[in-house]
């Protein structure tokens, strides 16, 4: 359920990069839709082997996405990230301010990255040939 999620999130990021230069909204909510699939493929649980490799696979994907946001949006730090994410969801702060800190360090670092920016359903069905 987690691969489908992040399959059908990474459709609209990838359309979205498109747009990029259109406008501050369009570049705060596409931000979103990046941390928002982080998020996922950060925190998710895997129950087996395959689905290890799935989240490996979409870990090294969102981590792309993250430093592809901090060179083209000019974002060098996460206060830089954190503005830009109020445009879209207001205050961000607490706990769920830390954790998204975090995340983005994380990203941003690279050292979670999986082995390529390859789709993991991608990487599955090249796989089992």
């Known amino acids: 359920m987690i691969d489908w999620l992040l399959e059908q999130l990474i459709d609209d990021v ?8 259109m406008s501050e909204w369009t570049q705060s909510l596409w931000l979103f ?3 928002f699939g982080a998020s996922i493929a950060f925190t998710g649980r895997a129950n087996n082997v395959i689905e290890e490799r799935q989240l490996s ?9 993250m430093k592809l946001a901090s060179r083209e949006l000019g974002i060098k730090s996460w206060q830089s990230a954190r ?4 445009e879209v969801v207001g205050g961000i702060d607490g706990e769920l301010e830390k954790g998204l ?18 789709s993991p359903a991608v990487v599955e069905l090249s796989e089992s040939d």
Do not use: F
């Not at 696979?57 to 996405?65: A, C, E, H, I, T």
């Not at 983005?104 to 670092?109: A, K, L, T, V």
């Open 14 to 21: 990838n359309a979205g990069e498109e747009h990029l230069r």
């Open 33 to 35: 839709c990046v941390l």
């Open 57 to 65: 696979k979409w870990r090294g994907v969102y981590g792309d996405k």
């Open 83 to 86: 503005a830009m994410l109020a």
């Open 101 to 118: 800190e975090e995340l983005w360090n994380e990203g941003i670092s690279g050292e979670t990255s999986g082995e390529s920016s390859a």
